[in-house]
């Protein structure tokens, strides 16, 4: 027969079992390769962005952190695959500005953007750059806007893809400065680029990855940036604010997602190695040379930022009719 003594050890012997396995769970995570999603097309600042901190992460932990490029629709091809994926750490979802306005924009998703992914961290904050092409008589934000408008519906403006922060940059100006320039998705920056240097496009609000080389070479001409300062990369450059559109703000984003239902010590693990890999030296200098400024925070943090991006872009949606579905 047990005694109480021997009873009372077994319980206080199972909650320590119980009380530790979490901990003993995120010591041994990672055992095998990590893979990290993207929505858009590869050698844009969102592949730049990811394999920055994929590389930071197999360093420190000596397992494979993969970088799956899966572009399209928006963001929605990856972002639905990391959905439907296993919630144990191995598959993690790169999100973008798209993420916080795609449930906006689309009647029908195969995913929900709040419920299907639990947040672990907002990493980067990216400016976008104004561009035209030389043949667009515009060397000023002022001067576009008066171009653009004797213009109605004959100038186009390229983007990342429906509902990208390169999209919306686009319409807020067309909304803001009474313009009617026409928007060609693609599936990423990148290509929209190409296209923007060889004339096929007026313009694009393009990333300082690819942007700022091309003007230097005079592929491109740089009119503004998208953020509420200047980008110390190209201090000379006013903002789109200073330009003319007082107000005028949009920033690209990326951080990590996890399907819902990944065990809280691995988000947690997640985030305290991301944001020790963000304050890095190397990080930094990587990061910079795509425009971005390294972010941080808390999960729940990175959760409000998404909300609160959806609800900003909600109105800019409704006010232009914005749909893409």
Same mark, same amino acid.
């Given at each position: ?11 206080? +012997? ?153 999209? +919306? ?157």
């Amino acid at each position: 027969m047990k005694t109480p003594l021997f009873r009372f050890s077994a319980i206080l +012997f199972a909650y320590a079992v119980s009380f530790s396995a979490p901990v003993a769970f995120a010591q041994q995570y990672p055992t095998k390769p990590i893979r990290i999603l993207v929505g858009f097309a590869a050698g844009g600042p969102s592949d730049v962005a990811a394999r920055t901190i994929g590389q930071k992460l197999t360093e420190k932990w000596g397992q494979q952190v993969i970088v799956d490029i899966r572009p399209g629709a928006a963001g929605n091809i990856a972002t639905e695959l990391a959905a439907k994926s296993p919630p144990d750490g191995y598959t993690l979802l790169e999100p973008a500005f798209a993420h916080a306005v795609n449930p906006v924009l689309y009647s029908k998703l195969p995913f929900d953007a709040a419920k299907d992914f639990a947040p672990i961290l907002l990493f980067a904050s990216i400016a976008n750059l104004l561009v035209v092409h030389p043949s667009i008589p515009a060397t000023s934000v002022k001067e576009l806007l008066a171009f653009a408008k004797t213009r109605p519906n004959q100038l186009t403006f390229g983007s990342a893809g429906s509902g990208t922060a390169s999209h +919306f940059a686009g319409e807020l100006m067309n909304m803001m400065g009474g313009l009617k320039v026409t928007h060609i998705p693609y599936k990423g920056l990148t290509p929209a680029h190409v296209d923007t240097i060889g004339g096929q496009l007026s313009m694009m609000f393009d990333g300082i990855v690819t942007g700022v080389p091309a003007v230097k070479a005079g592929k491109l001409r740089a009119l503004a940036v998208t953020t509420k300062t200047r980008w110390r990369g190209v201090p000379d450059i006013p903002t789109m604010s200073e330009a003319g559109l007082t107000g005028f703000e949009v920033n690209s984003w990326y951080g990590l997602l996890a399907p819902t239902g990944t065990p809280r010590d691995i988000i947690t693990r997640l985030n305290t190695e991301v944001a020790r890999s963000l304050r890095e030296p190397d990080a930094r200098e990587r990061f910079s040379t795509i425009g971005a400024e390294p972010m941080g925070g808390t999960p729940e943090e990175f959760g409000d930022y998404i909300k609160s991006e959806t609800v900003k872009w909600a109105k800019v949606i409704k006010a232009a009719n914005i749909r893409v579905d």
